[in-house]
């Protein structure tokens, strides 16, 4: 297997929601209109919101994209599915893994209507991918306002090609450690599927989608000791690049510091708390290609760094030449070639189970 894209994205289109035409739900399906930058203010949204779906009556941003800074659209809509191959040939590619774009920013209290739309999504996504051998993959999105049924939909999902979960770090307002999804974790494990902490707006009106979810979930799931209890399950924090990683360490080894106070407990330094911090606790964390690599190998990270190149996306993570950029780090002799070899096919390829 050669490289792996461990983050990549697809633009939902009506051509998504169409599975649910002619059906009771059909109610919920997000519908495209145009917005004024007034109008838009006024919901919440950026003033130059060109665009929205209207679901459950609520704006939320569709983005319209150029074809100069993002690949064509109907690459990133899956509409040529083809097409889209035949460009991760072009970039050396071997696997996408694809995460959704409406799901980042949708939030509901409607359980009906998101069972609706997270299982409409899933089939069309599955469908869409099925044809390719393996090259596309996806993670699954699920109905969390009923855990029970979400783990049906795990057991679905694995059947017909996802290789992941995907998760916001603040999801129906609960931690990621929060029991009320044990029930997800528990058939997560036995489907062998990642559970992937993606960044996201999971609360209305919140925007603080990149570091501090991620963050948090890093450190509650090491103090609460979830892997213990999942000994199977693996932890990915997806897009929020890496570099937080030093602090999130020194807080726990500061906390840890804290709590053996007088009884002649110390570390000399930081990292001597984070050696075997991810390797045992089976957390994967996605670069962004500015990340000072070389500092964050110190942290015992060599066996749990992965790159995505936010396929479809151009946001602050979107670089569709980050997998090369690690191959330059080999060239200007900041890793070594086993190192990028890890980053770039081993260890997406043990995360993911492909």
């Known amino acids: 297997m ?3 894209d461990a983050d990549t994205h697809v633009d939902e289109s009506d051509d998504t929601w169409a599975g649910l035409l002619g059906t009771p739900n059909a109610k919920y399906i997000p519908v495209t209109v145009s917005v ?32 100069i800074n993002h690949p064509p659209r109907v690459r990133r ?92 770090g603040f999801d129906l307002d609960r931690k990621v450690t929060d029991p009320y999804f044990f029930p997800v974790y528990e058939e997560a494990q036995a489907q062998d599927l990642a559970l992937c902490i993606h960044t996201g707006h999971p609360l209305p009106g919140t ?31 997806i897009e929020a690049g890496a570099s937080w990683i030093p602090y999130s360490v020194s807080m726990m080894a500061a906390t840890l510091r804290a709590q053996q106070r007088g009884r002649g407990y110390r570390f000399t330094r930081m990292f001597d708390l984070s050696q075997d ?41 979107a670089n569709l030449t980050a997998l090369k950029e690690v191959r330059d780090w080999v060239d200007q002799g900041r890793i070594t070639d086993t190192v990028a070899r890890k980053i770039l096919e081993t260890n997406p390829k043990n995360f993911y189970g492909l």
């Open 2 to 4: 050669g490289m792996i």
């Open 36 to 67: 004024a930058p007034e109008e838009a203010k006024r919901a919440g949204l950026s003033a130059t919101t060109a665009r929205s779906w209207v679901v459950e009556g609520r704006l939320q941003n569709r983005a319209l994209r150029d074809e």
């Open 77 to 168: 809509e899956l509409e040529d599915v083809a097409g889209r191959v035949k460009h991760m040939d072009e970039m050396s590619v071997d696997v996408q893994v694809i995460f959704p774009t409406f799901f980042i920013r949708y939030n509901t209290r409607n359980l009906e209507a998101e069972y609706a739309l997270t299982t409409t999504y899933n089939r069309w996504l599955a469908k869409k991918c099925a044809p390719t051998n393996g090259r596309l993959r996806w993670a699954a999105v699920l109905p969390l306002l009923d855990p029970y049924k979400a783990a049906e939909e795990v057991r679905w999902a694995k059947a017909n090609g996802a290789c992941a979960i995907f998760k916001r």
């Open 207 to 237: 925007e603080w989608d990149r570091g501090f979810p991620i963050i948090h979930s890093l450190t509650e799931i090491v103090t609460t000791k979830l892997p213990e209890r999942f000994p199977k399950l693996r932890f990915g924090l």
């Open 277 to 317: 911090l991810f390797r045992q606790n089976r957390i994967f964390v996605t670069l962004d290609a500015i990340d000072e690599i070389e500092h964050l190998l110190k942290f015992g990270t060599e066996d749990n760094l992965m790159m995505g190149t936010d396929y479809s996306h151009t946001d602050i993570s």
